[in-house]
């Protein structure tokens, strides 16, 4: 196989500009989770009176939820490797972005009488601080992989 003028592009990114492209994805979701928490720790949460438990919630649900995107953001920046590689870790990026966060979700639904600090988060609003810190995440997430996704060389170029 020949590498034409249309595939060319695809076949001059170097592994260092992929990981300057994953260094800069990092940044960019770490900056999106620093926006979104400040903004929740300003809200000051349900009844707006803040508090211990809102900022303990605020805390919770942020770690989680940047180690879950972040992990799944560098995870799936691995599948260079061929098709079978990169399903893979696509795979593993989805299950990581998904698991912790709906482990958190389940703990937050424990009987408060067995787990009172869940039922305390809970109380404080971290079920809604979840989907928020969640779903904004997950689509800056989305948006750098269209911004960065993999070109595959069938793929045309616009206007040609």
Known sequence: MTIDESTAHVHSLS?????????????ILLAVLAIVSTIALI????GREGGPEWLRA?????????????GGWIVARLGAGG???????????IALRL???LLLL???????????A??????AGAGGLLVVFYLTLLATDIL??????????????PGA
Do not use: N, Q
Not at 15 to 27: C, D, V
Not at 43 to 46: F, K, R, S
């Open 15 to 27: 592994p260092g500009s992929e990981r300057a492209k994953t260094l800069l994805g990092s940044l």
């Open 43 to 46: 809200h000051g949460g349900p």
């Open 58 to 70: 605020v805390a919770v649900v942020a770690g989680v939820c940047g180690v879950s995107s972040l």
């Open 83 to 93: 098709p079978a590689l990169a399903f893979s870790v696509s795979l593993g990026g």
């Open 99 to 101: 698991v912790l966060p």
């Open 106 to 116: 389940g703990w937050l639904s424990v009987d408060p009488t067995t787990a009172p």
């Open 118 to 123: 869940a039922g305390r988060l809970r109380e």
């Open 144 to 157: 750098l992989h269209i911004m960065w996704g993999p070109k595959g060389p069938l793929r045309p170029r």
